[in-house]
Every structure is written in C-alpha cells, then in structure tokens.
C-alpha cells in the first residue's frame, strides 16, 4: 500500500521515501506525492532522485492494478523511456526522493479547481472530464446551449472573489442519503475506506460541494487567468466546455 500524501496536501512537492517493488509496469514507493491518473485528471511527472544523486525521469503516474484489473492500493511510478540502466540499479528497500515537476502540477490544479466552479456555474450532471496542464473539458449533460463569453466572465468573477477551499469527509451512508451531492455521472466517488473525500468552495458563499479525490488550489484566485477556449455539442444531450490559459 502506497501513502498517498498528496492527498491531505497538494501542496507537498517531494518526498522521502522507500523502494517497495519494481515492475514493469514502474516503480512503487511506500509514500509518494505523485497523483496517479484519476478522476479525470492527468497523472503527474516527475523525478526519483537516488542517494547518489542520480535521477530517473518519471512520465507518468498510475494506480496498479490487481490480476482481475482492478485498481489497488499501490501507485505506480511509471519511468520515461531510456530509464533502464538507472532502473536496473534500484532494489526493493533503497531510499528515494520523490520529487514531481510542480510547474505542471500546479497547471493541473488549477484546471481541476477551475472545473469546480464550471460546476457553479452550469449546474447540470457532468458525464465526461479531462484534466490536462494544457487544457481541460468538461461535458455538461444538457440541450440547452452554453454561452462561452458569460462562462468566461463567471470564472473571472469568482476566481477575483477569492473563495476558500476546503477539504473535507463525509461517511459513505451520509452520502448515499444525499446521492444529489455527486455531480458526475462519469467518476465514481471515491469509496473504499468508509469515508469519501469532499472538496467545498467557499466560506459563507457556497460555491460548490462534491466529492473529489483530486488536486485543487487553496483558494479560487491562484486559479489566475482561464477562459473558455470552446464549447461544443457533442451530442444532442451535452455540451462540452474547454478551459484555456488566457494568452
Ligand atoms: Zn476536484
């Protein structure tokens, strides 16, 4: 089992932390900062510096998956390619740092944060997300048209209002009596332990609830400048909104 410490914050940039096993498929830490793809949003890169010094270029990150495909409690540190000769000198039990390209992160973040507040604004199911450094989408399932400039200015208007964000829990029975919490039709809460994680946005001013597991900033306005770049049909039924930096 991996300690995903990214979790209780997304602020942590590395990591102390030790071999468990290496596969093919990449590297398992004991603990690491490194997200693994989910929820939509993109996996994080990164490096695992060894005691020596040396670096082995992380490209991406994912949950390992048991014989049957099922995600496990273990992350996977996925190597770019050209990292056998490194590779081939770690064991189980060697110390490493964990260390992620936060540039790109903290892109991630502020998407994904900025995704919440799509939800304020477009209150209808979400039944698709991406979450990448350079874009992020979300699609709205709906028939009634989307407006990309009103969608713009409501992003600016509470990324300059500078709303809190807070993590939180509740327990999985709290939220099935309360099913309408979850806004998306595409990403399954994340269940398991007895509790699910939730993200709130705002303090007096509630601006969205719903749980998460991913990355967010602490507050609306390090989100900074994102606009609509699109918004398609993509089907009778959804629309489908993309989020860009302001050039
Ligand atoms: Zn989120």
Redesign the pocket.
């Given at each position: 089992m991996t300690d995903e410490l990214f979790r209780s914050d997304a602020y942590l940039r590395d990591c102390e932390a030790r071999i468990l096993r290496i596969e093919e498929g990449g590297v398992v830490l004991d603990r690491t900062v490194f997200y693994p793809q989910g929820?939509g949003q993109a996996g994080d890169s990164g490096w695992l510096v060894l005691s020596d010094g040396r670096e082995i270029a992380i490209a991406d990150t994912r949950k390992a998956k048991d014989a049957e495909g099922k995600a496990t409690q273990e992350i996977l540190h996925v190597p770019a390619a050209g990292q056998e000769a490194l590779l081939g000198a770690l064991k189980p039990g060697d110390d490493v740092s964990a260390r992620i390209d936060w540039e790109r992160r903290h892109r991630l973040m502020r998407f994904?944060?900025a995704?919440?507040l799509l939800c304020h604004l477009v209150p209808q199911p979400v039944n698709g997300c991406s979450i990448t450094p350079e874009y992020a989408r979300l699609d709205f399932h709906m028939t009634e048209p989307l407006d990309k400039e009103m969608l713009t200015a409501g992003l600016a208007r509470l990324v300059d209002a500078s709303h809190p964000l807070t993590v939180g829990a509740i327990t999985d029975a709290e939220l099935d009596a309360n099913p309408a919490l979850v806004k998306s039709m595409s990403v399954q809460p994340p269940r398991g332990t007895g509790t699910v994680r939730t993200?709130r946005i705002g303090a007096a001013d509630l601006i969205d609830f719903q749980p998460?597991g991913?990355t967010?900033v602490a507050n609306t306005h390090e989100i900074g400048a994102v606009i609509v770049t699109k918004i398609e049909k993509k089907s009778a039924n959804s629309r489908r909104v993309v989020l860009g930096w302001a050039a």
């Open positions: 929820g994904h944060t995704t919440h993200i998460c991913g967010h």
